[in-house]
């Protein structure tokens, strides 16, 4: 049967085939042509950036070995003075493992950062990439997230430095003017307090422009005690100055006392009352407790001493009751009882009238 001759393939549709075959082999000359001129150039440029990777990697891994090693050794030391006397305040190892695992996180990512930033720019400069309009565009954009972001770039930076400088850690009790407390957990960005009724702040680093820190060096613990103007102070500087003898040899006051209880003078005196300052430097944070102590035992001495101190139950001589006056019971005399006085002719009966009297 013959095919339709819209069927039969045209002449002009047949490929030349000794054309195609020239173009493919002159395509294969001038590829083989092109890799033979340039191959030691990638291979340069190929080594070139495996080194420069290499390098990176390995100044990136020495570099925090080095910076792990130094933060297990700070929180070595800080564990071995953990049990001493002052360990628990002055050292805290709670406190020291975390502000240097926190420098040492900051450390390691800015290691990292400038190491590989500065191998993916040799890395373009390898490939023959300009990279000026990369990093004119990389500054347009820190300027901007910089503008953009500034609040959290503050807070960071001065988290930074106050890790840094050990402005305060955990277990410090602080006053950071916008919230104060005892510092429970420290970072970058956002320091969190725990309040005296027990609510917790979140204080941004960038926010707080002064701290005052009640936890570092010593503390003072000051107590006032009114007394009658007329007690003798030899005595009361002989039962202040025995309390504190007994108080400095106890436990645990014996560690919180870090000096002698001095009895300062007199720092008010009233008609009715004067009041005697007593002052003891202690451990920070403690002196709450030490004044709470020096009261109590205060109190007790001048008791047994027979010592009044004002708002205290009255002495014996103040508790009895004076005789009463017998005079007190008499009536004063009236002003009636003379006939001649003003009162008593004012109430005189009126005479009748003289006139005849009618009567319905």
């Not at 030391?77 to 040492?104: F, K, P």
């Not at 503050?154 to 988290?159: A, E, I, K, W, Y």
């Amino acid at each position: 049967m013959p095919w339709p001759a819209a069927l039969l393939p045209q002449a002009a549709e047949v490929p030349d085939a000794p054309e195609s075959v020239k173009e493919a082999q002159a395509s294969v000359t001038e590829a083989a042509s092109f890799i033979e001129q340039n191959w030691a150039t990638w291979l340069s440029i190929g080594l070139r950036i495996l080194l420069i990777v290499v390098i990176a990697a390995v100044i990136r891994s020495a570099v925090r070995k080095a910076l792990t090693k130094l933060i297990n050794r700070m929180n070595s030391s800080a564990e071995a003075v953990e049990g001493t006397a002052l360990g628990g305040l002055l050292v805290n190892a709670e406190r020291r493992r975390q502000r240097s695992e926190a420098i040492g996180s900051v450390l390691r990512s800015v290691a990292s950062f400038l190491i590989l930033g500065t191998a993916a720019l040799m890395v373009l400069a390898a490939l023959k990439i300009d990279l000026a309009p990369l990093l004119a565009s990389a500054g347009v954009a820190g300027v901007a997230i910089g503008f953009g972001a500034r609040n959290l770039v503050t807070d960071f930076l001065s988290g930074v430095f106050m890790i840094m400088e050990d402005q305060y850690g955990v277990g410090d009790k602080i006053d950071a003017g916008v919230a104060s407390g005892e510092v429970i957990e420290v970072g970058l960005r956002v320091t969190k307090l725990r309040g005296d009724n027990g609510e917790i702040w979140y204080v941004r680093n960038g926010e707080i422009k002064r701290i005052g820190n009640l936890s570092q060096g010593w503390a003072t613990a000051g107590v006032d005690v009114q007394v009658k103007p007329s007690e003798n102070l030899a005595r009361i500087r002989e039962v202040v100055k025995e309390v504190a003898d007994s108080m400095a040899k106890e436990s645990p006051w014996d560690e919180r006392l870090w000096g002698p209880v001095e009895v300062l003078g007199l720092d008010e005196v009233l008609l009715a009352s004067m009041t005697v300052k007593v002052s003891a430097k202690t451990m920070p944070g403690q002196q709450f407790a030490v004044e709470r102590e020096l009261r109590w035992r205060i109190k007790e001495a001048f008791d047994a001493a027979g010592i009044r101190i004002i708002g205290g139950m009255p002495a014996a001589d103040e508790d009895e009751e004076t005789p009463a006056d017998p005079s007190a019971s008499v009536a004063a005399p009236s002003a009636l009882s003379n006939p001649a006085s003003p009162q008593s002719l004012a109430t005189a009966p009126i005479p009748p009238p003289a006139g005849p009297r009618i009567t319905k």
